[in-house]
């Protein structure tokens, strides 16, 4: 690659950023990636151009545009295809399939090829793991890449179909498959936006607050805190200005159901957060998306119109005095953005750092003001308790874990997909339901990458927060990753390890330090190297990150390797 | 007092004004917790966790330089799982970092009896010494990324924004725009980051080549006449007003 000037055409660049300057900092990284797709990668010129422009110290933006994996300071190929190697796809060929697409292009990864058409990368988890092994090839989500034919799949990449989606408690999903998702009046016909109507008609905020919380709804991205009790908060805390923000960044390896949520039914989701907006007195909200989600983005962007064209987003919205607007904004690939200050953080413009708790966000969120955050499936089950009431929701479920939950099951099961159920079912049923482990199982990783594993013997736990706690276990954002008898554990274990190592956000010492000595530690043992002492190292590693990190990545990154140890001593032994 | 609450750290009750940190309430106690990215003059951000204590009936460990101590809490700050996570902590980053020239984290690796050994051939941070202007030397093969000189070559002091950081994760480091050398920032060489860099990564140029034997008076010629107007003219001065 010759190092000649980057040109870029200041016309172009003008429109990117005219008008941006006011907005401040907020305004950096959509433009760094609008700027990126018009003129391909984001040289030294166009960056100095864009600083000066918004006013942002050169300095800064260099620590943003390392910081985020889809941000490219050096040229790169046409088109990027990021083939998954987290442990689902890795499990059943990813590797392979990267290797492949580089050996068919004759390139090494990372590096554009000669005609700059195109670059492999290796990536961690796209959320397209009931398609595994699975890639992105451009804004073309692929399913079930053949590592022995990459010619297909590169050469004119297939669209991965919206993927399975069943159960047996088909609320928040209803619509999904059933409906053309960008179908406004379709939606409406099944009831949808009546609870928006109802509300900003009929309700105080207080009244839809109050409904939540007798629900007993909880988060469902991950900490399970009680929805109700998170907009009372942010309600109650001080100040003019509050947000609501709606958490799409769904990275956590193995989860894919807000995609599912997104993709077929947009308009609850947006609906949720004008409900949430409204309950807390927020007049603004973002939805941030991770950046390996194109197709959400564009069916949430289109969404979005349809819904400001009939009234429902903007100033008076349906003549109550409710004045709400939404804004999009896309991740960079970094999973650490999904843990809640970090993305704020993203949406400051900044590089994704977490922030020390307390304050809390719903007191100091976003531009440090009052904000509401939730997960989209979160914000869809509120939907549908509102339109549904509390009683049809505590029908379901259990005491302590009511109504329906989305899980995502991957890996070795006939029939991959999100399947909806009510809180309680056996992880038996739920695997039977999606047509049974293919082969003789081995194990389950529940949770995800920051879950833990459960083995054969404990098929009968009944799928809720409380159960699942007690056995030792987390039901995190819904994962259900199956693994037969065929697959070699450690090599599941380590790249479970190279999923914390690549996204630690190096922000405390134990995490970004851990990650990486857990990475050498368990490719050790999966080498049949390991040393004397390395296992003791690792509970040491395991127990510091779990500890002392300053944030929920490190705190769960030693988890899953730790459970699989103490239940299967035999894969780390001495 | 109003606002003075209670707590007992160590088995000692100990008074003090509300928000004070865990960090200063042991102080006043005469217990000391070790810290090392905490420093008086820069904002305190929690990164280096080897001042991590355990409080009674809360999940996890606090870093006490930042976590405010609260009313009837029970405070360990020495206990095994606190002195296993420092331990660790130093251990971990002196298998990564040159420490040759931290003598403090010398001293807490004698006191946790830290054994960097056992994480030996793993990946450490080792890039050249970067010696690209006439005020100092940066030499990250020994920093600890404590953040110290970024903060105050932005808001913590200067306003400079000469430096931020690169990578990501264990690759993350201290770096310029586009890898810059320093004459082509935005330094204004205050020098306040060499001032604040506890582990000998950043270093005045004199010191350095003094170190080096080399004698004064050819010192004085090195750092005197190569500076000159080299300051980069591109990019925002926000000392400047943008
Ligand atoms: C490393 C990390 C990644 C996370 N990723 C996500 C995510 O992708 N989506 C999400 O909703 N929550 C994620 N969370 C949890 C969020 O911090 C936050 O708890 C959640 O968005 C709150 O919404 P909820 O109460 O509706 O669950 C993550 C947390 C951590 C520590
Ligand atoms: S725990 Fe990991 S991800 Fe979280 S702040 Fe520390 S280094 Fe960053
Ligand atoms: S160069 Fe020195 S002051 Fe800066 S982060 Fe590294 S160790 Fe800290
Ligand atoms: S001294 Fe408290 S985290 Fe570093």
């Keep these: 690659m010759t190092t000649k000037t980057h040109v870029f055409d200041r016309e172009t660049l003008n429109a990117i950023v005219d008008g941006q300057s006011e907005s401040g900092r907020t305004a950096l990284i959509p433009a760094l990636l609008e700027a990126q797709r018009a003129f391909g990668y984001l040289s030294e010129e166009l960056v100095e151009q864009i600083g000066q422009d918004l006013r942002v110290p050169l300095a800064e933006i260099h620590g943003v545009i390392e910081f985020y994996s889809m941000l490219y300071r050096r040229p790169v190929g046409e088109t990027i295809i990021r083939v998954c190697t987290s442990p689902m796809c890795a499990m059943v060929g990813g590797e392979e399939a990267c290797t492949a697409a580089c050996d068919h292009l004759g390139v090494e990864r990372d590096v554009p090829s000669q005609d700059g058409r195109f670059m492999v990368e290796a990536v961690e988890c796209l959320g397209l793991c009931d398609h595994a092994p699975a890639a992105l090839v451009g804004d073309t989500p692929v399913a079930g890449i053949d590592p022995r034919e990459p010619a297909s799949w590169i050469a004119s990449p297939e669209e991965a179909p919206p993927g399975v989606v069943d159960g047996d408690l088909r609320w928040l999903t209803a619509r999904c498959g059933v409906i053309d998702p960008t179908d406004l009046a379709a939606y409406e016909r099944l009831g949808g936006f009546q609870a928006l109507k109802d509300a900003i008609k009929d309700l105080q905020p207080e009244d839809v607050v109050e409904t939540i919380k007798k629900s007993g709804l909880v988060g469902r991205g991950g900490a399970a805190f009680p929805t109700g009790l998170k907009w009372e908060y942010t309600a109650a805390a001080p100040g003019e200005t509050r947000y609501i923000v709606c958490n799409a960044d769904e990275s956590e390896p193995g989860t894919f159901k807000d995609r599912a949520l997104m993709e077929g039914d947009p308009f609850s989701v947006i609906e949720g957060i004008l409900l949430a907006g409204y309950a807390i007195g927020a007049k603004s909200g973002y939805l941030y998306i991770r950046g390996e989600y194109p197709r959400a983005r564009r069916i949430l962007s289109e969404a979005i119109g349809r819904v400001r064209d009939a009234g429902y987003l903007g100033e008076n919205i349906l003549g109550t005095g409710f004045t709400f607007d939404l804004e999009i904004r896309s991740g960079v690939g970094a999973y650490i953005c999904g843990e809640e200050t970090a993305l704020f953080e993203s949406i400051e413009g900044k590089r994704g750092f977490p922030r020390l708790k307390p304050p809390f966000p719903t007191t100091h969120g976003l531009f440090g003001k009052p904000t509401a955050i939730n997960n989209v499936e979160t914000l869809c089950t509120a939907t549908w308790i509102l339109a549904n009431g509390v009683k049809a929701y505590r029908a379901k479920g259990t005491e302590k874990s009511p109504g329906s939950k989305l899980f995502c099951l991957s890996g070795d099961v006939e029939r991959p997909g999100v399947y909806e159920v009510a809180f309680g079912v056996q992880l038996q049923e739920l695997i039977d339901m999606a047509g049974g482990v293919t082969g003789d199982l081995q194990a389950v990783l529940l949770g995800g990458a920051a879950g833990a594993f459960a083995t054969p013997a404990e098929l009968h736990l009944p799928m809720t927060f409380e159960d699942l706690q007690a056995a030792g276990l987390s039901l995190g954002s819904g994962v259900v990753t199956v693994i037969n008898q065929e697959r070699d554990l450690m090599q599941f274990l380590v790249s479970l390890a190279h999923f914390f190592a690549h996204e630690s956000c190096g922000k405390c010492f134990p995490c970004q ?19 004397k002492g390395d296992r003791e190292a690792l509970d040491d590693v395991g127990f510091a990150m779990t500890n002392a990190s300053l944030c929920g990545l490190g705190m769960t990154a030693g988890t899953a390797i730790l459970s699989a140890v103490k239940k299967w001593p035999e894969l780390m032994a001495d | 007092m109003e606002d ?11 008074n003090v004004e509300r928000g004070t940190t865990i960090l ?13 990215c905490y420093f008086a003059h820069t904002t305190a951000n929690g990164l280096c966790r080897l001042c991590v204590v355990e409080t009674e009936g809360v999940r996890g460990m606090q870093a006490a330089c930042v976590a405010e101590a609260s009313e009837g809490s029970v405070v360990h700050t020495d206990s095994p799982g606190v002195q296993s996570a420092r331990k660790t902590i130093l251990e971990m980053l002196a298998s990564t970092v040159d420490l040759s020239e931290a003598p403090e984290l010398h001293k807490l690796m004698q006191r946790y009896d830290a054994q960097p050994k056992r994480f030996e051939g793993g990946k450490r941070r080792q890039p050249e010494m970067i010696d690209d202007n006439p005020m100092y030397i940066r030499d990250y093969a020994k920093c600890v990324m404590c953040w110290r000189c970024v903060q105050v070559c932005a808001a913590d002091a200067q306003y400079t924004y000469a430096i931020d950081f690169s990578g990501r994760g264990f690759n993350s480091s201290i770096g310029t725009f586009f890898d810059k050398p320093i004459p082509q920032t935005t330094c204004v060489f205050c020098g306040q980051c060499v001032g604040v860099c506890p582990t000998g990564a950043l270093k005045g140029k004199r010191e350095f080549l003094f170190e080096q034997g080399v004698a004064p008076e050819d010192i004085f010629q090195v750092t005197r006449r190569n500076g000159k107007n080299q300051r980069s003219l591109k990019g925002p001065h926000l000392d400047r007003g943008g």
């Design chain 2, 4 to 14: 003075s609450i209670s707590l007992t750290i160590d088995g000692t009750e100990v």
């Design chain 2, 24 to 36: 200063k309430a042991a102080e006043a106690a005469g217990i000391e917790i070790p810290v090392l």
């Design chain 1, 513 to 531: 330090l851990g990650t990486q000595r857990q990475l050498e530690i368990v490719g050790r043992f999966a080498e049949g190297e390991a040393k």
